[in-house]
Structures are given as structure tokens and as C-alpha cells.
């Protein structure tokens, strides 16, 4: 997976699926979120678990991916972790439910206002049936709709993704308001499997961090999390735009000119070499909708060692015309003509790397 390659299976391996308990690590040490997987309207999606070999006390490395259906399309890293054989210790529901000295919580308009902040869930995932808090503690039960078929599945994804909603009913989150979402995870362990009810306790372990323990309706242990971190998302971003989460440069091949520059609207084709390296060109729009530019050209800078002095001296030139810019008012848009310093198509490498810390400055 580390090369992407784009023969699934790799060769040699075996067809079988692996789980984390096949290969007896049942414990999911650590997991962290990269990117959403959004799930198309139409098509396919493909998805793709990698566990590397044992390592450092019987641990293991894992890695999700997806692969949408259309043509020409990237593999996409969603989540990585570490499985390891450690069960977690054992949790013991002593309590009566719902707990003594709780205060039951209203959840009548509970989904309308997560829909408002951009979370919006469909039937199965409104599983959310009562809530009690108590203290800093807050307790919920959890169900499917009647019939949902739970084989397959160590716990059914709707019901756990419906344990977390009861979050937004505690105090463990400070700072911006907001949606929050799951982002780290820590210490997570099944002990049982086909539940389609659960009874689930969370408490607050640090900032913005919850543990979870979650028990079948016969107080039978069915899930633990030692800690879950949560990350603050914008209702912006959870809303009409929430595939904005995987964003990405995409490179267009661009026409050349035989009698140098041209700028029409956003395009800026270039492919000239009798220019000094520092060059600005001023370019005019080509028509009346289009942005003047001012255009920095760079050339190679044709380092023959890996060292930092080329990069320095490169990065404060690059910075210095910048700052000019902006100090003259900073019209219409600036471009930095760039060689070698990124990764455009199939086959490139970087072969210019003060041209690749110009990326990084300009951009931030």
C-alpha cells in the first residue's frame, strides 16, 4: 500500500480477509482519522484494510483506504492505527439501569439539532432512545430499528456510530462551538459481538477527550474505549460541501505558446527558457473578466548538493517579491513559475528542492 500499487492483491498474498483477531490482535491500540469516506450517491466504493507484520511486541500497523468507481481515480488513506493482542481490561456492569441518582434528558428535538449543526443522519442511524446524566457522567441506550440484521458485523456500525451522539449531551468538550467529531482514538476493545441494544456509559478522560464503555440490555460488556479525542468541524464544512474534506490538486495539462506567456482568466501556460531566473512579468487580461497577474519565473536551480544554502537564498528571494507585491496593493493575482520542486504526473520526482520549499512558502 506504501507504493500504491494498482494490483489488488498484491502478488503472493493470501484471498482470505483478515481481521484484527485473526492474526490475534483482537485490540485496537490506536486509531487516527484522516479523511471522511463519502459515500456516493451511484457506484462503487472499495475499500481496502492493510495490516503490516508483526512487529514490536506482537503489534501491528493498520491502514484503511477507498477507491472511488470513476476512472483514473486515487487510492485515498482514511485512517491509520496500531492492532495489538492486549484485550483491555474487563468492565463489569454493577450498576442497576438506568443508573441511581441519574437525571433522565430530554431527547425530543436531539436529531433535529445535530441536523442543524450539519449532522444528518438517516433512519438507522437515529438510534438514540434515552439519556440520563449524572454528575459529570452521562448514561444512554442505544438501539436498531426492529429487523435490522446484525450478522457480520462485530458491532453494527449504526449502532456504535449511535452510543457516540449522546456526547453532545455532556460537558466534555470546551472551546469553539460546534459540531465534534471522532478523530483519535485509544484503547479500544469488543468483547462481544451481535448486540442490537446497548447501554452505554461516558465519562470524561481529559480535554476534549470521552471514554466509552458500552453493555448489552443483559449488562453483559460489549465494547470499551479508553479514550476518544474529538476534533471541532464547521457546520460549513459538514454541510452542502462536505466532500470538500477530500480535496485535492488535480493537474490539468496546459497549452504552450510558441510566442511566450498568454494569461486568459485563471490560466497561465508557460514555456520559456531565454528568461533570467527572477523574472517578473507583468501580464494584462486577455478580456474584461479576467485578473491581471504578475508572474515570477523561476528557473532550475540546478543544485548539485543536498544542501540548505539553495534553498535559503531561493526561499527569501521568492519571499522578498511577494512582500513587494502586497506592499504595492496586490492586484490581480501573483504566480510563481516553479521547476522540478513538485510531483505533477506519473514518473516525476522532485528534482529541485528549493523550487519544493517555494510550494510551502507561497502557500502558506
Not at 443522519?121 to 438501539?143: H, I, T
Amino acid at each position: 500500500a506504501a507504493s500504491r500499487e494498482n494490483y489488488w492483491p498484491p502478488t503472493g498474498s493470501t484471498t482470505r480477509p483478515l481481521t484484527g483477531a485473526e492474526v490475534g490482535c483482537p485490540a485496537l491500540e490506536e486509531l487516527t482519522l484522516e479523511a471522511p469516506l463519502v459515500v456516493p450517491d451511484a457506484g462503487d466504493v472499495r475499500l481496502r484494510l492493510v495490516l503490516t507484520n508483526a512487529g514490536d511486541m506482537g503489534r501491528r500497523q493498520l491502514m484503511v483506504y477507498s477507491l472511488g468507481g470513476g476512472a483514473g481515480e486515487a487510492w485515498i488513506r482514511h485512517a491509520t492505527g496500531v492492532l495489538s493482542a492486549a484485550s483491555g481490561a474487563s468492565h463489569v456492569a454493577s450498576e442497576s439501569w438506568p443508573p441511581i441518582n441519574s437525571e433522565p434528558l430530554d431527547l425530543s428535538s436531539h436529531y433535529d439539532d445535530l441536523a442543524e449543526s450539519g449532522l444528518v443522519y438517516g433512519p438507522v442511524f437515529q438510534g438514540l432512545r434515552s439519556a440520563w446524566r449524572r454528575g459529570d457522567e452521562v448514561f444512554a441506550e442505544v438501539a436498531l430499528p426492529e429487523g435490522t440484521d446484525t450478522s457480520g458485523f462485530g458491532v453494527h456500525p449504526a449502532l456504535f456510530d449511535s452510543a457516540m451522539h449522546a456526547i453532545g449531551l455532556g460537558e466534555f468538550v470546551t472551546g469553539a462551538e460546534g459540531a465534534r467529531l471522532p478523530f483519535s482514538w485509544s484503547g479500544v476493545a469488543l468483547h462481544s459481538t451481535s448486540a442490537s441494544v446497548l447501554r452505554v456509559r461516558l465519562a470524561k478522560v481529559g480535554p476534549d477527550a470521552v471514554g466509552l464503555t458500552a453493555f448489552d440490555d443483559q449488562n453483559a460488556p460489549v465494547a470499551s474505549v479508553d479514550s476518544l479525542f474529538l476534533r471541532p468541524v464547521s457546520s460549513q464544512q459538514l454541510g452542502n460541501s462536505r466532500v470538500e474534506f477530500l480535496f485535492r490538486p488535480a493537474w490539468q495539462p496546459a497549452p504552450t505558446s510558441s510566442s511566450g506567456p498568454e494569461y486568459a482568466g485563471n490560466l497561465v501556460p508557460f514555456d520559456r527558457d531565454d528568461l533570467k531566473t527572477g523574472t517578473v512579468l507583468q501580464l494584462s487580461p486577455l478580456d474584461a473578466e479576467s485578473e491581471p497577474a504578475a508572474v515570477l519565473v523561476l528557473h532550475s536551480s540546478e543544485m548539485t548538493e543536498q544542501t540548505a544554502e539553495p534553498v535559503r537564498a531561493t526561499t527569501h528571494h521568492v519571499l522578498g517579491r511577494v512582500q513587494e507585491w502586497l506592499a504595492g496593493g496586490g492586484e490581480g493575482r501573483f504566480v510563481v513559475v516553479t521547476r522540478g520542486g513538485v510531483v505533477a504526473r506519473p514518473g516525476d520526482v522532485v528534482g529541485d528542492l528549493a523550487h519544493a520549499a517555494v510550494w510551502g512558502l507561497v502557500r502558506s
